[in-house]
């Protein structure tokens, strides 16, 4: 929105990009963050999986990567 002052307190609104601002959030959705996969093979069972999918699957004391499956039977050692 641009504003500009004329004289002394007067404030005139130009209305020039009142259509455009409108339309941006419109656009957010589309671009939901989503993690890159990486491929890992389980420690365990040496399975190829994605460790940043939505599940179980992560590094056994950050360093050995455990498939979904096996961090949940293993899951005690945590
Ligand atoms: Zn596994």
Redesign the pocket.
């Known amino acids: 929105m641009n504003i500009r002052f004329i004289g002394r307190g007067n404030i005139e609104e130009t209305g020039k990009d009142k259509k455009t601002v409108a339309k941006d959030e419109e656009i957010c959705e589309e671009e939901v963050e989503e993690k890159p996969e990486k491929i890992e093979e389980?420690?365990?069972?040496?399975?190829k999986?994605n460790i940043n999918a939505d599940d179980e699957s992560y590094y056994w004391k950050g360093k050995y990567p455990?498939?979904?499956?096996?961090?949940e039977f293993y899951g005690f050692y945590r």
Do not use: T
């Open positions: 389980c420690y365990i069972c040496h399975k999986f455990f498939c979904a499956h096996c961090a």
